[in-house]
């Protein structure tokens, strides 16, 4: 199967036909990656509170899309990221992706998450391979 296609039907975040996935929707506006999740009890490490896990993949998966959605396909190479407060389940979320520089290869993107009131609940940057 071809990577493309894995992506779209299998990926754990954006796959559309992985039924144990997010299955989420991402758009590409002015550059930037977005997409909308509401996380469910089914998401939750603590109780009530958003596993970390999820909210990592949503912003990797918010970054990575940032250059699939121009056609550029990538793998993740390295992530760094920061919670900067806990999220609870049934708070509406809005992930976003943008690439910052380009070089050979190479990508590197930053990614963040908020809360409909703008309150940034995690932040990323990500280091991309670009494959063949």
């Known amino acids: 199967m071809a990577l493309h296609r894995y992506r779209e039907d299998g990926c754990f975040v954006c796959g559309k036909r ?5 299955q989420l929707t991402f758009r ?11 996380p469910q009890p089914r998401h939750q490490g603590y109780d ?3 596993h970390g896990g999820i909210l990592a993949a949503l912003v990797d998966d918010a970054m ?7 056609g550029i396909p990538v ?5 760094a990221l920061r919670y900067r407060q806990p ?5 509406r979320l809005r992930a976003y992706g943008r690439v910052l520089h380009e070089r050979g290869r190479v990508a590197v993107a930053e990614g963040w998450i ?9 932040e990323a940057t990500g280091t991309f391979f670009k494959l063949p």
Do not use: H, I, Q, S
């Open 75 to 79: 793998v993740t190479a390295k992530m």
């Open 28 to 38: 590409l506006e002015d550059g930037m990656a977005t997409a909308e999740f509401v």
């Open 64 to 70: 990575a899309n940032c250059l699939w959605l121009r």
């Open 87 to 91: 999220v609870l389940v049934g708070t």
């Open 18 to 22: 992985n039924p144990l996935g997010l």
């Open 48 to 50: 009530g509170v958003v």
């Open 114 to 122: 908020t809360t409909p009131e703008g309150t940034r609940v995690v």
